[in-house]
């Protein structure tokens, strides 16, 4: 998976995913290169990546949803 990954740059890359019996997957951009994440309770923690990610292009901040997160591995 992380070959088809890499072939993707500017435009074409995929910055973040979900593999909902696995974990989820995003980009660094500091390193230049994908990190995956293996905890419990993927689909959620992917959605509140994507909702804190979204906040930062928006005008309003909303709550911190990754302190939420932070809760989903315990």
Known sequence: MMEVLNLGSGNR???LGCIAA???WRYDDSRH???T???GKP???FL???IAR???SATVPM????AYAKWLTV
Request: aromatic share 4%; with cysteine.
């Open 13 to 15: 890359r995929l910055d």
């Open 22 to 24: 696995h974990g989820i």
């Open 33 to 35: 290169c994908y990190a």
């Open 37 to 39: 994440i293996q905890q």
């Open 43 to 45: 689909a959620t923690a």
């Open 48 to 50: 509140l990546e994507l």
């Open 54 to 56: 979204l906040q930062t």
């Open 63 to 66: 709550i911190d949803v990754r």
